[in-house]
Structures are given as structure tokens and as C-alpha cells.
């Protein structure tokens, strides 16, 4: 008789707890999915740990952020001026809203002003001469930040034209294995990477969402301005629309950019002599003079002066 009710007892108690076990889970389930819909627009850390990051990813990127979110609000930008910014910015690589951008460039010209004007009060110039040596600053940081794109730009376009002849080359041996242009371009994608990736990975992006691929290529040459990315593109949308064959074409493609980069090479090797006679006489010819004439100088100065 006793063992009986100490055998329910027991039975209840591990159903209660079995109980409270499953209620549990489902709690933290509810409270995980609650969680991850908050965040869904914040970055993930890969074991969720914020101490992970650098005190840089932690407080400093996240002020600057906010630095430049307050600026962007108190300086708006025109719509053309922002179009414009725009593709400057997508043609250098910069994944940043040109809103965004402008202010960072504000924040950084004012900044060069305020380091100029310290350096004038250090020196004990009066308002005036305080006032130049501002413009001066934010003249510098005007300049430094239009040659800073326009340089990315540049440097941009040639890593894209250097690359061009290499991707060309895995097109058309995709091609030779039995893919199609689609395919081998996804296949492209996937293995390599570079500016001109990125560029395909565009072309790709819109060709998926229902873009034709002639328009996502002329898109692409236009976005580019390289004379090379142009001829590429022009011939391939030839190629599909005349039903040639696509190998030959990247094949006859490939050849004539390697032609192209041959003669810009010794072109550029060509100018060598000419631009090395610009070091060469402010910097090695009057060491020389001083080694070959310095001992003489003495004699020469007394024979004149005797």
C-alpha cells in the first residue's frame, strides 16, 4: 500500500518535469525566432559574440557611421548631382549611397580645415592668416578627395581591362565543355574573383530578374567606358543575335586584346628612356658633378680670386 501511492508520486513528478522540459523549449524556440526577425537586418557575428570584434568594428566604425548618417541629414544632395555621384561611385567600386558618401567627403574636407587652422594658431597667426591658412586646408581636402576617386577610378578600370583577356579565355573554354554563355558566365562567377566579376556578377543579378541579356551587356559597357568591355560585349550580342558561333568569337576576341596589351607594353617601354632622363638629371647628374668637380672647386676659386 505504501509503495503504490510513493510509484504515482514519483510518475507525477517526472510528467511534470517532462512538462516544464517541453514548455521550456518551446519558450526558448519563441524567444530565438523573436530574436533573429529583430535582427534580420543586422550583421551576424559567427558565434554571436560582439567581445569578438575589434574595439575599431565595435566603437569606432560605428560613431563614424553615425558621424556620417547626422551629416548626410543636414546636407542634402540634388537629384542629379546625386545620379551623377552615383556612378562615379559604382564605376570606382565604392559600395556606399552617394548621400552617404558626400557627407563622408564633407566631414574629411572640414577636418583638413580645422588641422590646418590648429597648425596656424600653433604658430601664432592673427585671424586673418588664421582664416587662409582654413581655406587652404579645406582646399587641400577638396583636392584630395576628387583626385582620391578619380584615382580609384582609374586603378579600377585597369585591374578590369587586365583581367578581361584571362576571364575571356575561362568563357570560351566553358564554352568548349558544352555550357552555354549563361552557364559558363555563373561559372565565371563562382571561381574567380576581381572588378570584373563584380561587373558579371551584375550582369547575372540582372539577367535573373528578368533583364535581356543584350540590354545587361550594353548596360555593362556603358557602366565600364572601356573601348575593350565594349568591343566584348557589341560582339557577343552579335554573336547571339546572328547565331555564330560563341567560341570563335571569344576565341578572335581574346587574341585581339592580347595584341591590344602587347603594344600598350612596348609603347610604355618605349617612353622609359624619355621619362628616366627627368631623374636622372635632378638627381644623379649633380652628385656626379660634385664627385668629378667638388676637389677642384677650391683651386678654381683661389686661381680667380689670386
Do not use: W
Not at 568594428?57 to 556620417?68: N, S, T
Not at 581591362?161 to 561559372?187: N, R
Amino acid at each position: 500500500m505504501i509503495k503504490i501511492p510513493l510509484l504515482v508520486s514519483i510518475i507525477t513528478y517526472i510528467l511534470v518535469i517532462l512538462l516544464f522540459n517541453v514548455l521550456g523549449e518551446k519558450h526558448k524556440v519563441y524567444k530565438t525566432r523573436l530574436k533573429d526577425i529583430k535582427n534580420v537586418n543586422k550583421p551576424t557575428l559567427p558565434n554571436n559574440d560582439i567581445m569578438e570584434l575589434s574595439f575599431e568594428e565595435r566603437f569606432i566604425k560605428p560613431l563614424v557611421d553615425k558621424m556620417i548618417q547626422s551629416a548626410a541629414n543636414l546636407f542634402p544632395i540634388k537629384k542629379k548631382s546625386q545620379i551623377k555621384l552615383g556612378q562615379k561611385l559604382s564605376k570606382a567600386g565604392i559600395n556606399m549611397s552617394p548621400k552617404d558618401y558626400r557627407a563622408m567627403n564633407l566631414i574629411i574636407i572640414i577636418g583638413f580645415g580645422v588641422v590646418s587652422g590648429y597648425i596656424g594658431s600653433r604658430t601664432g597667426a592673427n585671424i586673418i592668416q588664421l582664416f587662409l591658412y582654413l581655406i587652404i586646408g579645406i582646399f587641400f581636402g577638396y583636392v584630395y578627395r576628387r583626385y582620391s576617386l578619380e584615382t580609384k577610378i582609374s586603378n579600377r578600370k585597369k585591374e578590369i581591362k587586365s583581367q578581361l583577356p584571362q576571364v575571356i579565355d575561362i568563357l570560351s573554354v566553358s564554352i568548349v565543355a558544352g555550357l552555354s554563355f549563361d552557364q559558363a558566365l555563373e561559372y565565371v562567377i563562382e571561381r574567380t574573383k576581381g572588378p570584373l566579376i563584380d561587373e558579371f556578377h551584375i550582369v547575372k543579378r540582372e539577367i535573373n530578374l528578368g533583364k535581356k541579356r543584350k540590354d545587361a551587356l550594353k548596360a555593362l559597357g556603358e557602366r565600364c567606358e572601356i573601348d575593350e568591355v565594349k568591343s566584348f560585349t557589341s560582339s557577343v550580342i552579335q554573336a547571339d543575335e546572328l547565331g555564330t558561333s560563341m567560341q570563335n568569337v571569344l576565341n578572335s576576341q581574346s587574341k585581339m586584346l592580347r595584341i591590344s596589351h602587347k603594344q600598350e607594353v612596348e609603347e610604355a617601354a618605349a617612353k622609359i628612356p624619355v621619362k628616366i632622363l627627368i631623374p636622372m638629371v635632378v638627381f644623379i647628374f649633380p652628385v656626379i658633378f660634385i664627385v668629378l668637380l667638388g676637389p677642384a672647386v677650391p683651386q678654381i676659386i683661389e686661381a680667380l680670386g689670386n
